[in-house]
């Protein structure tokens, strides 16, 4: 799903940024080396979906996405129940990096 956001983020310059991201290889693969690094990526991750919900339309949302996930299986949802999931898992993430 990574790499079709990637590709979809051409149409949403919000998420210009996420293109240059580094794309994890597995879900469990560590990404940042030291808290400050993970912050500051964190920040930019939240800057941008705050932007890429201020840019999104209705017409967007009800497309379509065509992705991968690691395992190699296709899959085609709706823009607007991805990024719904999204949005669920927002608070686990945060809530786990305060435990640390």
């Given at each position: 799903?990574v790499e ?7 149409k ?8 240059k991201m ?5 879900l469990?693969?560590?990404?940042f ?11 930019i991750?939240?800057?941008?979906i705050i ?23 296709s899959?085609?949802d ?11 898992h927002?608070?686990?993430?945060g809530?786990?990096?305060?435990r640390?």
């Open positions: 799903m079709a956001l990637r590709h979809r983020a051409g949403f310059r919000s998420l210009d940024r996420i293109r580094k794309t994890p290889e597995a469990d693969t560590l990404l080396d030291d808290l400050r690094a993970l912050h500051a990526a964190r920040q991750l939240g800057a941008c932007g890429f919900v201020d840019e999104i339309s209705d017409e967007q949302l009800a497309e379509n996405l065509d992705y991968q996930n690691f395992q190699g299986n899959y085609s709706q823009l607007a129940l991805l990024v719904q999931h999204l949005f669920n927002q608070p686990i993430i809530g786990s990096l305060q640390y």
